[in-house]
């Protein structure tokens, strides 16, 4: 007996319906790109292993998916390195390509190779498939898209502010209220690290700190003891994270906290810019939310970072986020390319949109018109109707067969079409054809030399 065919964990098939909602909210992430003024480009499934291990820290490159080598990858490997089952040691020597992790590190190989063939500041939006050997849960999964838009070549803090406005405008669009914004800057969490005394220990302090939603304070605190924390920098650590109040009040307590921290008080400035200017400008689905507790663990982030959080009631992680990254670029040989992007977490939202029914009607249509099979003769003038629909952009189709009426019913019933068409003997004799309203049931006969007149109400 044959095995049942599965998939990998972490993947998933996507029926017709399923694709219809995503590429609806892709539409709209897309169209609201180019509003913006970003411009398309795509990069390979797969980069150089060496390209993007050390740009994610020790836990982003453990959920690198490595391909091994073609051929035989073993041959050439000395004995006693494979006995020695090191995994480190091995690795090189078995694979030199990996599929990438995200878009933003192959974007920037991208803007180092083709440098001489783009114009700065450039803007870009990706809309590709992203893989991690992350451990499968809700809202998670090893294999997703990612929507990413990036600028690189300006240091203007202009830049976020477009952003956070494109973050409003497509949950805006999509239908979203009560979406939070949270705000933070990582020269401020580098001004903490430095007046708490662990200046030097920055990687471990933002990577352990960006676990907050999910161990919650007392993990974050005894992790960061783990890693060598001392109980005396802990201490003055915890007020940080019970921190409370208005966006103007955590400033000026981050303002207090961080005023002999220079670093420090150059992240202030920033935010203390982004909160009057989106104060000025105004948002309509998004509220901004200052969250000293951000840290966004990549360690390309350099400036300000951003994180999406689902509306109140709803136990997803974020829907988005990104930041800016003075220094990515320079990895790969480009010095002194400024760049920020932000991200969105396309099978997260479409979670959040079934659950909350913001899907409109017309997404789960995958048909207007559907023409009923009565036999060769009146399946060939329904030919012609369809011939003219379909010129006229309308999503329509014949039953193959001249089944039996119910069945034909029951699958146009399955397949959520708006009107069914009928072109029986009696029709075709009186040249005419009837069409029913699956919503109302009303039914309207109509001229077959008029088929315009139905076609332009669709």
Known sequence: MAQKPSIPKGTRDFSPAEIAKRDYIINIIRSQFERFGFLPIETPAMENLETLTGKYGDE?????????????????????????????????????????????????????MHQHEIDFPFKRYQIQPVWRADRPQKGRFREFFQCDADVVGSN???????????????????????????????????????????????????TTLD?????????????????GFPDSTLTKMAPLFSLQGSNEELMSALR????????????????????????ELGLECCDVRLDITLARGLNYYTGPILEIQAPQGINMGSLGGGGRYDDLTGIFGLNNISGVGISFGLDRIYLVMEE???????????????FLNFGQAEAMEAMKLLKAMRKASVKCDIYPNPAKIQKQMKYANNRGVRYVVSIGENELKAGEFQVK???????????????????GLL
């Open 437 to 455: 309203n699956m919503e109302s049931g009303e039914q309207t006969l109509y001229p077959l030399s008029q088929a315009s007149t139905f076609i």
């Open 60 to 112: 982003g490159d453990r959920l690198i998916f490595k391909i091994l080598n073609s051929g035989d990858y073993l041959a050439k490997i000395r004995p006693e390195i494979y006995d020695n089952k090191d995994a480190q040691e091995l690795a090189p020597l078995i694979t030199q390509k990996a599929l990438r992790y995200d878009l933003t590190v192959p974007f920037a190989r991208y803007v180092v």
């Open 356 to 370: 909350l029914g913001l899907f409109p009607e017309s997404v789960k249509r995958d048909l207007q018109v559907f």
């Open 211 to 227: 676990k907050m939603d999910k161990i919650g304070v007392d993990g974050v605190m005894a992790e960061l003891e783990q890693r």
């Open 156 to 206: 203007s803090l202009l830049q976020e502010l477009e952003f956070i406005q494109l973050y409003d405008a497509v949950f805006k669009d999509l239908g979203f209220k009560g979406i939070t914004i949270r705000l933070n800057h990582r020269k401020m969490l580098s001004g903490l690290a430095e007046i708490l005394g662990a200046g030097d220990k920055m990687i471990e302090f933002t």
């Open 256 to 279: 207090n906290i961080l005023k002999d921290s220079s670093v420090g008080m150059e992240g202030i400035a920033a935010v203390g810019f982004l909160l009057e200017s989106i104060a």
